[in-house]
């Protein structure tokens, strides 16, 4: 019997930076245990070439990475997710789409890199620091024993995960 690959889905709005970072590290992270995808409620279409240079930093890979509406993950031909997990609170204040099959929801939020100020080195130290915070939360979440969690404690520990100061 094959180990159950649970699929992740993380939003924020803009699909340039956050939720792209966390696509990345989950698949690579993840080592075959997760699907990750990601996706905005209002996608600029272009990935942030900062959010990948950290992802590479990393040694993650980035090929096939891309802004995308969340709306392609609300069609009935759509990957079933496992999880939701906003990284925006601008997305997560938002209406989302219904996502079948009930996947636990969560919300991490992380300051958007995207809109750091200050000189090229001083953004590119702020995307360091978020790219960092999401692999902190990423390694925590890979941490828990999900196949044997009930789905309550689980959310619960999604929760307490969202909660954690990074």
């Known amino acids: 019997m094959s180990e159950k690959i649970y699929t ?3 939003l924020c709005t803009g699909n340039s930076a956050r939720s792209i970072m966390a696509e990345a590290m989950l698949n ?8 990750a995808y990601s996706a905005g409620s209002h996608p600029g279409g272009v990935v942030n070439p900062m959010a990948i240079e950290q992802i590479a930093h990393f040694g ?15 069609s009935a031909e759509a990957p079933h997710m496992d999880f939701v997990i906003t990284v925006c609170d601008k997305a997560a204040g938002e209406v989302c789409p219904f996502w079948p099959g009930q996947p636990m929801t969560a919300h991490w939020g992380f300051q958007d890199p995207a809109e ?7 953004v590119r130290h ?15 979440f890979l941490s828990l024993p999900i196949n044997k969690l009930e789905k309550l ?9 969202g909660a954690t100061k990074v």
């Not at 690579?28 to 699907?35: C, E, L, N, V, Y």
């Not at 993650?60 to 609300?74: I, N, T, Y």
């Not at 404690?153 to 995960?161: F, K, N």
Request: contains cysteine.
């Open 8 to 10: 992740v889905l993380f």
């Open 28 to 35: 690579a992270m993840g080592k075959g245990r997760f699907k």
């Open 60 to 74: 993650f890979g980035a090929s096939g990475l891309r802004s995308k509406s969340w709306d392609e993950f609300a």
């Open 126 to 140: 702020t995307f360091a620091r978020i790219c960092r915070e999401i692999k902190t939360r990423l390694d925590i």
């Open 153 to 161: 404690a689980l959310q619960r520990e999604l929760d307490q995960i």
């Open 116 to 122: 750091a100020k200050g000189s090229e080195e001083e």
